[in-house]
């Protein structure tokens, strides 16, 4: 299979380690681009809610994808968010084309962009996170009680439905806090003068030019891979917004299963060494 040759992807709030996570689906993708960078924006790893009892192999083969990225030469930087807020204690680690950091700063043909997670601007992430945490349990619940009811409806031939974008678009406050999350992000890229400011956080993938009195700077959200199923794609100084459900790729099962053929408890070796790794670097 001829894969896509990107300079840049964009992927953040995975959640690797939930019910929600589409993580087969992620993996076809990430098995059909070639990346020059690969930028892991936050919420890859879901730790707020790891438990021992659910981490499918599938989850486990896009960390092994991942991993084989860097050995072949994409560079991946990994920005922590609030779900894995564990790893900031390593922020500055970096070993072969891996690097792990809170915030990234690239020159894109000249043009300067800002990318962060954005749980900065979270009041209930900064200040009262066991609502947030709470919250997040009730999300991947609510998840799974939706795949189930568009599974029937898919069955009864009619269109799936989103409990939790159906919530988003009715709550005033969820609309609000969408709004002022991206105001926020915008002028304080505008004050920096950064060309681009890059999130994901909210799970609503955007493509914008937002402009006010002191200048202009373009608003980027890749949205998520547990409902939306998005990334951003940077090409030939152009930005796409790239999502799942319109461009799914054409793969060789054979192929697919033989690229990603991998025991855990081989994998879990090779995240082991990593992870000792990093700690003697720090």
């Known amino acids: 299979m001829k894969k896509r040759k990107i300079e840049l992807v964009v992927l953040s709030d995975v959640h690797l380690g939930t019910y929600g996570c589409h993580a087969k689906e992620l993996l076809q993708y990430l098995n059909s681009i070639k990346p020059k960078i690969l930028v892991l924006n936050g919420d890859i790893i879901d730790i707020w809610q790891f438990r021992k009892s659910y981490f499918p192999k599938s989850h486990l083969k896009v ?86 009811i568009n599974w029937c409806l898919h069955k009864l031939g009619k269109e799936p439905y989103s409990f939790s974008k159906k919530i988003k678009g009715s709550v005033k406050k969820a609309v609000k806090f969408i709004s002022d999350f991206e105001t926020t992000a915008t002028e304080l890229a505008i004050e920096k003068g950064y060309d681009y400011v890059i999130c994901g956080h ?71 060494s990593q992870t000792r790794l990093v700690s003697r670097r720090n």
């Open 63 to 148: 960390i092994r994808k991942i991993i084989d990225f860097t050995s072949k030469g994409t560079k991946v930087y990994y920005l922590t968010g609030n779900h894995d807020e564990m790893l900031r204690k390593f922020s500055g680690t970096n070993f072969g084309n891996f690097k792990l950091d809170d915030k990234l700063v690239l020159d894109l043909d000249g043009s300067q962009a800002w990318i962060f997670h954005g749980d900065v601007f979270d009041a209930s992430v900064q200040h009262s996170k066991w609502i947030a945490k709470l919250g997040g349990w009730g999300y991947d619940y609510l998840i799974l009680l939706n795949r189930f």
């Open 202 to 272: 909210i799970h609503e993938p955007k493509i914008t030019e937002i402009e006010n009195k002191h200048g202009k700077t373009m608003y980027l959200n890749s949205g998520d891979w547990i409902e939306n199923l998005t990334a951003l794609e940077y090409n030939k100084k152009r930005w796409k917004l790239y999502r799942y459900a319109d461009n799914k790729p054409e793969i060789d099962e054979e192929l697919f299963e033989m690229e990603n053929m991998l025991s855990q408890t081989d994998l879990t070796q090779m995240l082991f």
